[in-house]
Nanobody
Framework: QVQLVESGGGLVQPGGSLRLSCAAS????????MGWFRQAPGKEREFVAA????????YNVDSVKGRFTISRDNAKNTVYLQMNSLKPEDTAVYYC????????????WGQGTQVTVSS
């Protein structure tokens, strides 16, 4: 079992930045690929970014290209999502996920953290 707790969400103006964190506990963190997903009101949950246990990253290029950066610190059992140049369309609940088959499959989910981009 892996428990995931997100933090770092909030209200930010367009063009601003936020860094989300996801702290993992339970089974060996480094065995799992980690990812971030988001769900805006009235829309399906979508993949944002993922990082393998070895550090290889994948992004949903269409929506976050050049603006978001995912990273992980295996010593701290934590994965991060640095979000820059935020846009109103980035407003969503952001979820952290863990999975051996990330990003194709997810085994564990966090509770989500709200990100609101508005002036």
């Amino acid at each position: 079992q892996v428990q995931l707790v997100e933090s770092g969400g909030g209200l930010v103006q367009p063009g601003g930045s936020l860094r989300l964190s996801c702290a993992a506990s339970g089974r060996t963190f480094s065995r799992y690929g980690m990812g971030w997903f988001r769900q805006a009101p009235g829309k399906e949950r979508e993949f944002v970014a993922a990082v393998t246990w070895s550090g290889r990253v994948t992004y949903n290029v269409d929506s976050v290209k050049g603006r978001f950066t995912i990273s992980r610190d295996n010593a701290k059992n934590t994965v991060y999502l640095q979000m820059n140049s935020l846009k109103p369309e980035d407003t969503a609940v952001y979820y952290c996920a863990a999975g051996v088959g990330m990003p194709t499959t997810q085994d564990y989910w966090g509770q989500g953290t709200q990100v609101t981009v508005s002036s």
